[in-house]
């Protein structure tokens, strides 16, 4: 049965604050593993077409491996040590308190 966050109001921050880590984790690894997908793809491709060890094709594809590689550094960066903001003037315009868009009653 599909149930909608709108007529239920979502998930309560407890549950919400619980499933975070867990649901970061999996997006950390769906995207590495797309990563060790394309760079195994890109790696047969390189093996089919045997470039000479000095070729610009031969540099061509250790630098779109190695992108690649420095990309998903960088996304796993930004997800796992930047810790979320929120912008200038927040607190003031809620009040301090949590804006919850759901009607809870």
């Not at 997006?27 to 089919?48: D, H, R, W």
Request: proline fraction near 4%.
């Amino acid at each position: 049965a599909v149930v909608s966050t709108q007529s239920t109001g979502g998930a309560n921050r407890e549950i919400r604050a619980a499933y975070k880590p867990w649901h970061v984790v999996a997006g950390v690894c769906l995207i590495a593993f797309a990563a060790c997908t394309i760079t195994t793809g890109i790696q047969e491709k390189y093996g089919f077409v045997q470039p000479k060890k000095y070729s610009a094709h031969a540099y061509a594809y250790n630098f779109l491996g190695l992108s690649i590689f420095l990309w998903l550094a960088t996304v796993i960066y930004i997800l796992l040590a930047v810790e979320k903001r929120e912008p200038e003037g927040y607190e003031t315009l809620t009040g301090g308190a949590p804006v919850n868009t759901y009607n809870t009653e």
